[in-house]
């Protein structure tokens, strides 16, 4: 049906009903939502949840709605995507020191190499096609990606380090034209929902164990598997966004909003 803005105005004007993406692509109508994924913000996934469904979070969409008339149809974290995200390289990483100096394939992204620059990596963009080749050939050591990729991409052939990192969480956002779903009776209205909280309890279930059967798979085949301390990642990366907050480039309220949602 065409590209992500093509569709997206599909949705808008109602010529499209649902839309299954990343929610990052409803920043055209509020910037703010480019922030439901930042990297190592978070303790631990329900720590995500918890932001994600904060009154600023909330304020959001509520913002892209009367911009759009675009809504996400139900809770905005039930699909998982990933379902987590690994760092995959050619030497052990146990821990924040060893990404220190590291060469780290990155996507053409401004905040994704300075975080990772931050992190006292030694950031390199090139395409994702490209990644096999260069780690083979050391021209970068490490790449990030979601576990699901990893074995399909045959990363762990050139990169047999795999060290879960949590960089950050993600959802497939389902998108809904609000007169569309306006328009639905009410039996219809719940047999929708019913039906979107079943797939996200399925896609946990399903993703959780291709995840693990992947992993399994790739040490099987000479691959060692590191679950990582991300704490000290968090920790690092305070002072990165505390600097963001005060020249103002983080949304209003946002760091308030991570750390009232931070479990006691």
């Known amino acids: 049906l065409g590209k992500e803005d093509a569709v997206l105005e599909q949705l808008q004007a109602g010529i499209v009903n649902i839309y299954a993406e990343g929610f990052g692509y409803m920043r055209k109508w509020a910037p703010e939502l480019s922030w ?9 996934y329900d720590h995500w949840v918890r932001f994600m469904d904060t009154d600023l979070v909330q304020s959001w969409f509520d913002k892209a709605a009367a911009e759009s008339g ?7 974290t039930a699909v998982l995507r990933g379902p987590f995200r690994v760092i995959v390289s050619n030497k052990p990483i ?27 990596a030694e950031v ?20 990030n990606s979601p576990i699901a990729l990893v074995e399909s991409m045959r990363f762990n052939e050139v990169a047999p380090h ?33 039906a979107y909280e079943e797939a996200g309890a399925f896609s946990r279930e399903i993703m959780g164990q291709v995840a693990d059967e ?21 920790e690092k990366m305070k002072e990165f966004y505390s600097e963001m907050a005060a020249a ?3 949304p209003e309220g946002f760091l308030e909003a991570v750390e009232a949602a931070r479990a006691e």
């Open 36 to 44: 439901t994924s930042p990297a190592f913000v978070f303790d631990d």
């Open 70 to 76: 675009v809504v996400p149809l139900g809770n905005p």
């Open 94 to 120: 146990e821990s924040l020191d060893d990404v220190s100096a590291l060469k780290l394939r990155m996507h053409p992204n401004q905040l994704a190499i300075a975080t990772w620059s931050h992190l006292g």
């Open 124 to 143: 390199i963009t090139l395409p994702w096609t490209e990644v096999y080749q260069s780690v083979q050939k050391d021209i970068v050591q490490a790449v």
């Open 162 to 194: 795999i060290s879960r990192h949590n960089e950050y969480w993600q959802s497939i956002g389902f998108m809904m034209n609000a007169d569309a779903y306006a328009a639905l009776d009410e039996d219809a209205k719940a047999g929708l929902m019913k």
């Open 214 to 234: 992947s992993i399994e798979s790739m040490k099987a085949g000479g691959a060692t598997y590191t679950e990582l301390d991300t704490g000290p990642f968090v």
């Open 248 to 250: 103002g480039e983080l």
